[in-house]
């Protein structure tokens, strides 16, 4: 939806597994990095980039200034901006006067490889950049998406050859912007400048190795379902029926022992399970499995919850592209979500047992450090 050229320009599984000793070594450079973007978002926030460039180098500077300034000649180029759907009419109206008024109003198709270069040199002119993008900020609030994209929560942490890189959401907390509501996240890198670790702009590997991966989740989404009801049996031939779980908040897992990304998964449910059942939650599996190998596992590594035996039939029947697979089943026994991770999941049970997800927010920490360097 954002055609973004020029932050294409500037971002061409990131991987967040490390050495356990690596990041114990470096914990203290990692919360020091995420005390800093805290800072960089808040003066954002606030609308006062001067505050937020102690904490960002010269190239993490550039890329703030360029992520609100290219949206805003974007969406007034006449042949860039007319992609735009009418929700942006009335910001790109109201960006019309300043960019004009600072010699913004550039028709970026002309400007090729050269309009990041060009930009900057606009916006330094008589040290005026933070005032102009604070101007065309107050604007593109407004728009119906996220501009500045490290303004969202940090999912994981690693430290790697003398640089702290930090995986941030797409959208902030609270966000109803539905444009990038599920857009892949970013990868920002932080170095240390004068004992201060500053924003460096995100790392383009990764950042895209996140997108390849987001995009190939989006690809094996499967569809809402209008009927999530089924009946097998477990391994032991117990029978189960989706009716059993009626007025409780589900979700149904579509896994395999032979899976790796599920085995590693199954712990963090676990307690998922062990925070949410006492209020009306529970998990039902549907295995990828012969019976024999579904009781071998689970003989081996017993699992709270029921789970039943797949010979493709459950596959089909709910769409399922790929694996793991989560749905989430409302009280009413409606398919609310699917596939969401496990930080969003939380939330979602939440709300959907009418419990304040701030109460839950240890239990977030704790499963985002058991999944951290699992692939998501």
Request: aromatic content about 8%.
């Amino acid at each position: 939806m954002c055609a973004s050229v020029l932050l294409a320009m500037l971002t061409p599984s990131f991987s967040m597994a490390q050495n356990s000793d690596t990041i114990e070594n470096h914990t203290a450079d990692i919360e020091s990095a995420k005390a800093s973007l805290s800072k960089i978002k808040a003066a954002i926030s606030a609308g006062d980039f001067a505050s937020a460039e102690p904490f960002m180098t010269e190239q993490g500077a550039n890329e703030v200034a360029i992520w609100v300034t290219s949206f805003s000649m974007l969406l007034n180029d006449p042949e860039i901006g007319k992609n735009y759907p009418a929700e942006f009419d009335s910001v790109r109206e109201g960006l019309k006067q300043p960019l004009d008024e600072h010699g913004l109003d550039l028709e970026l198709k002309s400007l090729g490889s050269d309009a990041v270069q060009k930009t900057l040199e606009i916006l330094d002119k008589d040290e005026q950049r933070w005032a102009i993008v604070g101007k065309l900020w107050a604007v593109t609030q407004e728009a119906p998406m996220e501009l500045i994209l490290i303004r969202g929560p940090v999912q994981r942490s690693a430290y790697a050859e003398d640089a702290v890189f930090l995986q941030v959401a797409r959208q902030a907390d609270g966000d109803a912007k539905k444009f990038d509501a599920g857009a892949a996240p970013s990868v920002a890198k932080f170095i240390n400048e004068g004992n201060v670790w500053k924003f460096d702009g995100l790392d383009g590997e990764k950042t895209a190795s996140l997108k390849k991966l987001h995009n190939r989740k989006l690809a094996q989404m499967p569809p809402k379902l209008s009927d999530p009801s089924f009946e097998g049996k477990t391994a032991n031939g117990e029978a189960v029926k989706f009716e059993q779980y009626a007025g409780k908040v589900v979700v149904i897992d579509f896994w395999g022992t032979w899976c790796s990304p599920c085995l590693a998964k199954l712990p963090a449910l676990e307690k998922i399970r062990e925070a949410f059942e006492p209020h009306g939650f529970e998990i039902v599996g549907i295995a990828a499995d012969t019976a024999e190998d579904l009781q071998a596992y689970l003989e081996k590594n017993p699992l709270p919850w029921k789970n039943v035996v797949d010979n493709g039939e459950f596959k089909e029947q709910f769409g399922v592209k790929g694996y793991p697979t989560l749905f989430l089943i409302d009280q009413n026994q409606q398919n609310v979500a699917n596939n969401l991770e496990l930080d969003k999941l939380i939330d979602a049970v939440a709300k959907e047992l009418n419990l304040p997800p701030e109460d839950f927010t240890d239990l977030k920490t704790e499963v985002a450090e058991m999944m951290a360097g699992v692939p998501h």
